[in-house]
């Protein structure tokens, strides 16, 4: 098989986790893309091991031992992160990325937000 093969499943693998990154608003969704990425850094660094030692059969596989390394790095960033997660959904109410950032910044100009996402000036007007 040629190395484009799984270079260019890899390339299309990191480009949807990096969407996912970028465009999901979910923390669990952000944290799936992640893991994404880094799958397709896996098949990326066994594809080129398998391809740089086509000839020499007897060599140290380098590339499948990082592989391991990454997915064990990946399983313990997954349950931090989704320890993380469950946290701040317990105590916020909510694990959307942008309701919590404009919650961290209400909180650093002394102005706190509601749990139910309205601004100050709405939540006294409806009051």
């Known amino acids: 098989m040629h ?7 890899s390339a299309l693998l990191f480009c949807t986790g990096l ?3 970028l465009a999901r608003r979910n923390a669990i969704l ?10 397709a850094v896996n098949l ?3 594809a080129f091991d398998v391809w740089l030692n086509k000839a020499a059969r007897d060599t140290l596989h380098s590339g499948q031992a990082l592989t391991l390394f990454t997915i064990a790095i990946a399983a313990a960033e ?3 992160g989704l320890a993380i997660v469950l946290a701040v959904h317990r105590n916020r109410g909510t694990s959307d990325i942008d309701r919590l950032r404009d919650t961290a910044e209400g909180h650093e100009h002394g ?6 996402g309205t601004t100050g000036e709405k939540a006294e007007a409806t009051a």
């Open 3 to 9: 190395l484009a093969y799984p270079a260019v499943l």
């Open 78 to 80: 997954i349950g931090i």
């Open 111 to 116: 102005t706190p937000t509601p749990p139910d």
């Open 19 to 21: 969407y996912g990154v």
């Open 30 to 39: 952000v944290l799936m893309s992640v893991e994404l990425m880094l799958n």
């Open 44 to 46: 990326n660094l066994v």
